[in-house]
């Protein structure tokens, strides 16, 4: 019996996100009593502050289309 070795196929897995929508690295700084607040939460710093920002300016994602 041959072994299976796994590998990638067709149509499988989650496609790539439009270049718009793509997560990005930044170098942000923020005062200490922020970082411990943002950390106090159960979701990620980078899903609080991008939450944040949406509720503060009403900013949405960009309509990609689909």
Same mark, same amino acid.
């Given at each position: 019996?041959?072994?299976?070795?796994?590998?990638?196929? %067709?149509?499988?897995?989650r496609?790539?996100?439009? +270049? *718009?929508l793509?997560?990005e690295?930044?170098? =942000?700084? @923020? +005062?200490?009593? *922020?970082?411990?607040? @943002?950390? %106090?939460?159960? %979701?990620?710093?980078?899903? =609080?502050? &991008?939450?944040? =920002?949406?509720?503060?300016?009403?900013? &949405? +994602?960009?309509?990609?289309?689909?």
């Amino acid at each position: 019996m041959a072994a299976n070795k796994g590998g990638k196929r %067709e149509g499988a897995g989650r496609k790539p996100a439009h +270049p *718009l929508l793509k997560k990005e690295m930044i170098s =942000l700084k @923020l +005062p200490r009593w *922020l970082i411990d607040r @943002l950390d %106090e939460e159960s %979701e990620s710093r980078a899903v =609080l502050i &991008e939450d944040a =920002l949406k509720g503060k300016f009403g900013w &949405e +994602p960009p309509d990609i289309g689909g």
